[in-house]
């Protein structure tokens, strides 16, 4: 398959607008349809929990492309989408509205959405996750509230995101405490005395951070508002706010259901092909086999944007496989982290720069080997830790 | 609205109309100029929207932080002293008519 006619990308996110724009930068010269269920077209998320939330700036900013733009480059948005279905054999996609659109490739970019928690209390009214520009309004409606009202909030998981939103409501000046289940913060991707930095960064603006935290129930009012948040000690935590930031679950049921290989997401090997010739994968959605057999799941907008380009390749039967090493970004505070590559499996770290100043690197070694670097306000040292990581990949 | 003329690498000059308070960043990617990815969303993350700013007025901007600075070291083109991440730049009314140029590659 050189050159399909039709191209349909459900999900109009960072990997499904990426996929698009890299087709027409291939020169490819059919139609493009994207597909997106949310009303707006593709925006940046990262900010929602950062200077969105925090005011900073104003939600049109956070827009990828006009609709001009889209339609100059004949990029078909069709917001208020959703697709059902998808018809392997007759090569179709089914939307909710009835209608239905066929491919010649189809390249599914659907995300993630965040994991609930199943206790007692789960659907009280602000009880709220954090992964739309939806979500977000809903929560900077509520955070109003409560700083209005001088009622605290209780965030669920100190992850990326639940940190991220701690530290905008303090800068709100809200009571804000922080539950996290594990004896550390961010204990799968930071090397440990990172996670104690991060828990004294936020015990120091005044978080409440309770780790090994075990909740039994969010706590509901007779009007069916949270008000609280039940700990298995029998502590209560009064709260006008609850924000469940306990990770993600790949968006991989159309895939599931049309039989392609799926495992914690939509398995694509490194050009982002799918188990079916006609389908490709990107972004969040999906789960990368390796070279070693093991799958990557990565939720990060550098994968979004990385495997969208080798689904446009593959579209275009061409290999551009994944290869660059992953990295991130959180703000918090004042305080930015950017880390380059992966720790998992590290033995040994070495901070360089001093830890005091506010600005250091803490290297992540299997023996000899660097895994990954982890940098506080320290930008130079994670572009060179890039730079580093993606030669010794090759 | 304040005018802002980008120049893509190969010569294409994109005029258009930044609503003040927005960065040079966003002005760009909302019209589909060619050359500013913006990947991090103006966080001063990913340094993929490094653009060189029209010499004879960079002086009449405010001048970068320091993380600015570091990220411009290692940008994808080469660092000039009129080099600015897009994103860090707030457009205002003073600046109509500013003459942004883009490098030919950002990664
Ligand atoms: C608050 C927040 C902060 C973040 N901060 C960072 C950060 O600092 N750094 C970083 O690297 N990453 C960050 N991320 C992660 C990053 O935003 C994601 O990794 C990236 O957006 C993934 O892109 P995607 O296209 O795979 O998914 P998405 O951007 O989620 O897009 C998927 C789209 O598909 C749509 N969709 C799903 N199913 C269907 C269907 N059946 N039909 C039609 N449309 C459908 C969804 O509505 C959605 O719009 C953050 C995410 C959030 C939510
Ligand atoms: S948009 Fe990422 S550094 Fe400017």
Redesign the pocket.
Known sequence: MTSPDKVVI?????????TAEALRGMGYAGAITL????RCG?Y???????SW?AGEIAAEQLAMRSPDALERKGIALRTD????GIDIGKRLVR??DGGALSYDALVL??????RMLDIPGRDATGVLA???ME??QAIAQRMALCAESNRPMVVVGGG??GL??AATARKKRIAVTVLEAAPRLLGRVLAPTLSEWYAQLHRWHGVNLVLNARIAAFETGADGQVCGVQMNDGTLLPAGLVIVGVG?QA?D??ARAAGLACDRGIVVDACARTSNPYIFA?????ARSTSEGTLLR???????VE??KSAAAAVMGQERPFAAAP?????QYDIKLQIAGLSTGADRWETRGEPDSGSFSVYHYCGDRLLAVDSINDAREHLQARKRLDGEGT | MTTITYVEAHGQAVTVDVADGWSLMQGAVANGVEGILGE??G?C?CATCHCYVDEARIGELPPPANNELDMLEDAAAPRRSNSRLACQVKVHSAMAGLIVHLPDRQQ
Do not use: M, Y
């Open positions: 459900v999900g109009a996110g960072q990997a499904g607008l990426q597909l997106g269920a949310e593709p940046h998320r990262p900010p929602l929990s950062k939330l989408a959703q697709a059902i939307l909710a970019a659907t995300g993630a959405s965040p954090l992964r739309s979500d977000a990326f995101i991220e939103v993600v968006n049921g159309l990107a972004g969040d959605c999906t990565l939720e990060s907008v550098q994968n979004a495997q969208g990295w991130f970004w959180s703000d | 991090c969303g966080s993350a």
